[in-house]
């Protein structure tokens, strides 16, 4: 899972990070809302472990701005003292999944993480579509004008994210870090990548989906 921890406490922060990294999971954090919120919108998560008492754009709003915002279908777990009803009911209001009350071990909050990704993954739409393109995520299957089309692991990775974040621009860090993760050093075979799969999108049609934004990165949308 692609996981987002916004915690203000930066030991609990850091070393929930640590645990969920070395239980194989990709993670970002930030100490504070609004850091946490600009990285939920620019980048993608399955998952946000967001603390209630956040400084400067606390969980609820955080919650609030995703749910109105954001067309993102990641899962939100809070974590905080959640001392009555009406709070955990705001919460909820507000988009939030589930709740783990402090002090909690980090296993749970891994634990309760997968598994609200688990039902929201079984109840949502499992096929991204631009345009005319498709990618089914359960049986990897792609295709446009339905036309099946061939794709290696690598670009099927690069594609469901381009998808999800279409038509924003996707910039070339984000990219790299979205498919080799820490090892995200890898520039050349980051554009031989992008250029298979250009030329396997766009080459035997019409009207070109994958551009270059010069300067920022990449995005994938109908030419306007």
Same mark, same amino acid.
């Given at each position: 899972?692609?996981?987002?921890?916004? /915690? =203000?406490?930066?030991? *609990?922060?850091?070393?929930?990070? @640590? !645990?969920?990294?070395?239980?194989?999971?990709?993670? $970002?954090?930030?100490y504070?809302?609004?850091?946490?919120?600009?990285?939920?919108?620019?980048?993608?998560?399955?998952?946000?472990?967001?603390?209630?008492?956040?400084?400067?754009?606390?969980?609820?709003?955080?919650?609030?701005?995703?749910?109105?915002?954001?067309?993102?279908?990641?899962?939100?777990?809070?974590?905080?003292?959640?001392?009555?009803?009406? /709070? =955990?009911?705001?919460? *909820?209001?507000?988009?939030?999944? @589930? !709740?783990?009350?402090?002090?909690?071990?980090?296993? $749970?909050?891994?634990?309760?993480t997968?598994?609200?990704?688990?039902?929201?993954?079984?109840?949502?739409?499992?096929?991204?579509?631009?345009?005319?393109?498709?990618?089914?995520?359960?049986?990897?299957?792609?295709?446009?004008?339905?036309?099946?089309?061939?794709?290696?692991?690598?670009?099927?990775?690069?594609?469901?994210?381009?998808m999800?974040?279409?038509?924003?621009?996707?910039?070339?860090?984000?990219?790299?870090?979205?498919?080799?993760?820490?090892?995200?050093?890898r520039?050349?075979?980051?554009?031989?990548n992008?250029?298979?799969l250009?030329?396997?999108?766009?080459?035997?049609?019409?009207?070109?989906?994958?551009?270059?934004?010069?300067?920022?990165?990449?995005?994938?949308?109908?030419?306007?």
């Open positions: 899972m692609r996981i987002l921890v916004i /915690e =203000r406490h930066r030991k *609990f922060n850091d070393d929930l990070v @640590d !645990f969920l990294y070395n239980n194989g999971h990709h993670v $970002e954090n930030a504070d809302g609004l850091t946490g919120l600009n990285l939920a919108v620019t980048m993608q998560f399955d998952a946000i472990v967001v603390g209630t008492k956040a400084p400067r754009m606390d969980g609820y709003q955080i919650c609030h701005s995703l749910r109105q915002y954001s067309k993102s279908q990641l899962s939100i777990i809070m974590i905080g003292d959640f001392e009555s009803l009406p /709070e =955990r009911l705001t919460g *909820f209001e507000m988009g939030v999944d @589930d !709740f783990i009350t402090m002090p909690c071990a980090f296993s $749970e909050v891994l634990a309760r997968q598994a609200v990704v688990s039902r929201r993954t079984r109840r949502g739409n499992r096929v991204l579509r631009v345009e005319d393109l498709s990618f089914d995520l359960d049986t990897f299957e792609v295709t446009r004008e339905q036309i099946l089309l061939r794709l290696n692991l690598t670009c099927l990775k690069l594609l469901e994210l381009f999800r974040r279409s038509p924003a621009v996707v910039s070339r860090n984000e990219l790299r870090k979205a498919v080799w993760g820490r090892d995200a050093h520039g050349d075979s980051l554009r031989s992008i250029h298979l250009r030329t396997v999108l766009d080459r035997d049609f019409d009207s070109p989906l994958l551009h270059t934004v010069h300067g920022r990165g990449y995005k994938l949308a109908a030419v306007e």
